[in-house]
Structure formats: C-alpha cells, structure tokens
C-alpha cells in the first residue's frame, strides 16, 4: 500500500521545462561561501525550489566542478547562476531588479524566522561558513534572519540553514 | 546597529547544561546512512533543536571518526546516539517507547510535509542517499512525509530534507 515511487513516477520536469517554467521568486546570494559540498547542495536545493538564481560572489566555487558536483548532481544545468567578484555587486544587481535583500546571520537585531512575514521578490544572502555574512553586506540588507537554535554549537551548516528558511519562505508565499 | 552577535554573546548551553535541559520529543532513526558528512551534520541540527535521540542503524557510522566530526563539529559529544545493528531493531525499540514511526519518503501514499499534524514523541526514518528508506521499514511507519519538489532532480540531500522537516514539527509541535 505504501510503494515507494520509482523514478520515473516522480515525474519530475526536464532542464528544457525547468528553463522556462516559473520561478520561486527567490535568488540566494552566496556571499563567500567556502566548501564547493555546500555551494553544490545549494544548487540541488534550489533546483527543488525552483528558485529565480544562485549568486555566487568572491571565492565561491562555480560550475563546472567536480567537487560541486559531488552534491549538486547536475542542478547546476538546471538552475540560473551568475559570478560576482564581489557580493557588494550581487546585491546592487538585486536591489536593481527590486528584490528585497534579506541575509541570514545572528545579529543584535535580527528577526526570528518563525515571525518573519516575507516580502517577496527576496534575495536570501547566505555567508561564509567561519565568519558569517560580512558586516559590510548587513548594512545592505532589509531583514537579518535568524533560525532559534538551542544545542551546545554555535550555527547550522550553511545549506541545512538554508534550506529551512527556503522552506519557510515557499509555505510563507 | 545591526551588530553580528560574538560567539559568547550566543549564549549557547554547556555540553553539561544539555544532557541536563529538557529535549524535543524527536529521535532520528538513520537507515543505513552512507555518508560520515550527512551523519555528522544530522548531529550538528540535531544539537541545535535539542531532539531526544539519534539512532544509528546498519552501515550507518558511528562517532568518534573523524569524517563525521568534520561536519558535526562536535555535536556528537552533547546529542545522545546509540547503535543499532539493524532498523527493525531501532524502531521496535522506539515503539516500545511510545514513539510514533515517521519516515521520510516518496511513497503512493505519502502526505506532504505541509499538511503534517505531527503527534508527539516522533521517532524519524531517515533513509540511505541511494535507495531511500527500506520498504520493510516503511511498512512499519505509522507515517510516511513528503517534502514538495519542483525541480528537476529527485530527491534532496538528506541532511537538508531532516533540517527542513525537523523545522517543520518544531514549528508544529
């Protein structure tokens, strides 16, 4: 009674459908992220999502890599990206196409994602995995994002972190 | 004004103060979990929402190894664990807990994630990055969750998929 589904039964679209089809009204800004397993775990679950794109910014890996690819597993043929030598230009380039810049981090000010009502389009911007979002990016924002935590360690891994809120955001829509 | 907050000012608990603190009613039971980076950032998630239990089934590895801290950064010295040689025999023991069986699959009859009324305590199947959870084991869950897709791959990262429904029940419970 409870068969699990093959793969064709999931029918999931192709990269042509995907291309055209609409879109999450989402970019995530990866600003710095350091482990090509994260930037390609972001890639997979931005395929999931739909999401509109993926900056990658600084010393962000970028497609083709083999790293990368170790965990997007082909999302990067299907999901929008774009390179920025710096993510201060991924977020002027955001802000001109009227996103509203949110950034995930833990800050003096930052908002509970549970109480967070969001405007979309939104572009999540997600930091490093030692230091976090630069200061410098945070000015730019319009809402810092925090997911409640309640262990011994100070932060999730970046692309489990982001996908909660991914999540948070889709049933928020 | 929007100051990052200092890891002391995170005000994190002590390995001692969380063996001590109250857990959320949630076991995640691994079913034959390849890969030491997803067993030790379920760790790593697992410390942050603070949940009951994480157990180990089958080829599942176990700490101390140094692949798993590499992404559970220990976590695994605050979070209880406990082995188990095979699946059945985790989720017999979660039962005679009083632990509702939930796993994490795409079935025929799955209820997505969304629409989940979760009953407390749950215990949580989460299955191998190839074949998912067993089908002997699904026909012990008492649920069966989806998480929505719209892309153009089949599955998420399993980490990622348990960090989404994790958020998910606590936001429910």
């Known amino acids: 009674m ?4 093959k793969l064709e039964e999931l029918n999931r679209i192709s990269v042509d459908e995907y291309k055209n089809a609409d879109k999450f009204p989402l970019i995530l800004i990866l600003d710095n ?16 999502f739909r999401v509109d794109a993926i900056y ?3 010393i962000t890996g970028t497609p083709p890599h083999k790293e990368l ?14 390179y920025f030598t710096n993510t201060f230009e ?5 802000k001109k196409l009227s996103y509203n810049i949110y950034a995930l981090e833990q800050t003096s000010n930052s908002e509970m994602l549970q109480y967070i009502k969001p405007q979309f389009p939104i572009a999540l911007v997600l930091g ?4 976090g979002v630069e200061e410098s990016v945070l000015k730019l ?4 994002v925090e ?3 309640f262990g011994t360690k100070h932060s999730f891994n970046v692309s489990v972190s982001a996908a909660i809120v991914i999540w948070h955001l889709y049933l928020n829509r």
Chains 1, 2 share one sequence.
């Not at 409870?2 to 589904?5: E, F, T, V």
């Not at 490093?128 to 230091?131: C, D, P, S, T």
């Open 69 to 82: 690819n170790k965990t997007a597993l082909g999302a990067t043929e299907s999901v929008n990206w774009k």
């Open 128 to 131: 490093n995995e030692v230091n």
């Open 56 to 58: 990658l910014c600084g």
């Open 2 to 5: 409870n068969q699990k589904l």
């Open 33 to 48: 992220v350091r482990s090509l397993h994260n930037v390609g775990s972001l890639f997979r679950t931005a395929d999931a």
């Open 90 to 94: 991924a977020i002027m380039e955001a």
């Open 147 to 149: 997911i409640p935590q």
């Open 141 to 144: 924002c319009d809402k810092i």
